[in-house]
């Protein structure tokens, strides 16, 4: 970042923290702390129903978003990471379940 910040400049947009000692993402130029972030631009779980943050894998199939752990078949509930799946009425399924 090749801009100076005045110091009382150099916090979250959003609450005001300042980023020393914490994890903070920079977004359209603009500071952003984890919790800030995460609340405004993280992904909602299909299955969780809750949001995955930064640390989390997000696992995305057509705009419906998933943790790693709550992407399963939802016949065996065995993991679709890194497998072929199918969907059937808005649900999914490992290639076993589907055919």
């Given at each position: 970042?090749?801009?100076?910040?005045?110091?009382?400049?150099?916090?979250?947009?959003?609450?005001?923290?300042?980023?020393?000692?914490?994890?903070?993402?920079?977004?359209?130029?603009?500071?952003?702390?984890?919790?800030?972030?995460?609340?405004?631009?993280?992904?909602?779980?299909?299955?969780?129903?809750?949001?995955?943050?930064?640390?989390?894998?997000?696992?995305?199939?057509?705009?419906?978003?998933?943790?790693?752990?709550?992407?399963?078949?939802?016949a065996?509930?065995?993991?679709?990471?890194?497998?072929?799946?199918?969907?059937?009425?808005?649900?999914?399924?490992?290639?076993?379940?589907?055919d």
């Amino acid at each position: 970042m090749d801009q100076k910040h005045h110091t009382g400049l150099f916090a979250c947009r959003s609450c005001g923290a300042s980023p020393t000692g914490q994890r903070y993402i920079l977004r359209d130029d603009e500071l952003c702390c984890l919790g800030c972030y995460e609340a405004k631009f993280a992904s909602t779980c299909e299955q969780s129903k809750e949001k995955i943050g930064c640390d989390s894998k997000d696992l995305s199939f057509k705009e419906r978003h998933w943790h790693e752990k709550c992407f399963k078949c939802s016949a065996r509930a065995t993991s679709l990471a890194d497998r072929p799946f199918a969907t059937k009425e808005e649900q999914l399924y490992c290639r076993h379940c589907y055919d």
